[in-house]
């Protein structure tokens, strides 16, 4: 296949890089080559910088600055969770009340604006984290770790939320913590995206808005 549009996606940690090589970019379509960079979390003179987690804002100004800098890319995008986001982020001290959905979007714009509007800067968190997608997938997910009453639970979990998204960004109650309650060998960057990419992206999509509509973005690249 002849890709004409490439994307850049800077990703919070190896979860993250694993869902978009192996999950999203084999069903995107479009044309679009999906390019995963782990943010840079510290950059030590004369060492590798590390690599995964975010812990100030500052971190993903610099990469975001670093990739916009890069020609070859048509749109730098971001898939970073928004649960323990840092709380120096644009936008974070002044979300509204409103739903989650609401709160994200504030932040979201508030890191466009920060960036100077760069049109080539689509930035996307992950509401509340990519586990959320996970929950979507919570059959397919008790199927894999041959655990079947986890579908069930995780489904209520789901359904008290009103839907994967909404599941809480909690200290405990986050879709991550909720999956390893009930599965304590849940392993992050295996069985989370091998329960996605079985599930599909399209089924996931019906039920995650705000992840359909950055992936319907991605789509709409010039």
Known sequence: MTYTRIVCVLVEG????VIVRDVIQ?????????QPVILKTSRPAGKVPGRGGVSLWKKIENDLKLLLRN????????LIDYYAL?????GMATR?????????????????EAMGRNPRLLPHLALHETE???????????????????????????????????????IS?????????????????????LAIADHGLSAIRQVCPHMDKWLTRILEVG
Not at 14 to 17: A, C, G, I, M, R
């Open 26 to 34: 084999p069903e995107i379509g479009g044309g679009i080559w999906l």
């Open 96 to 112: 509204p009340s409103g739903s989650p959905y609401d709160r994200v979007r504030h932040v979201e714009a508030a890191i466009h």
């Open 173 to 193: 109650t986050a879709p991550s913590k909720r999956i390893i309650k009930l599965y304590p060998a849940y392993r992050k960057t295996v069985d989370g995206p």
């Open 14 to 17: 190896q979860t993250e890089e």
């Open 86 to 90: 840092p709380g120096d982020t644009p």
């Open 71 to 78: 020609p070859a890319f048509d749109l730098v995008t971001t």
């Open 132 to 170: 959320a997608w996970v929950l979507a997938a919570a059959e397919r997910l008790a199927t894999l770790t041959d655990v079947p009453e986890l579908a069930k639970e995780l489904a209520a979990v789901v359904a008290a939320a009103g839907g994967p998204e909404l599941v809480n960004d909690g």
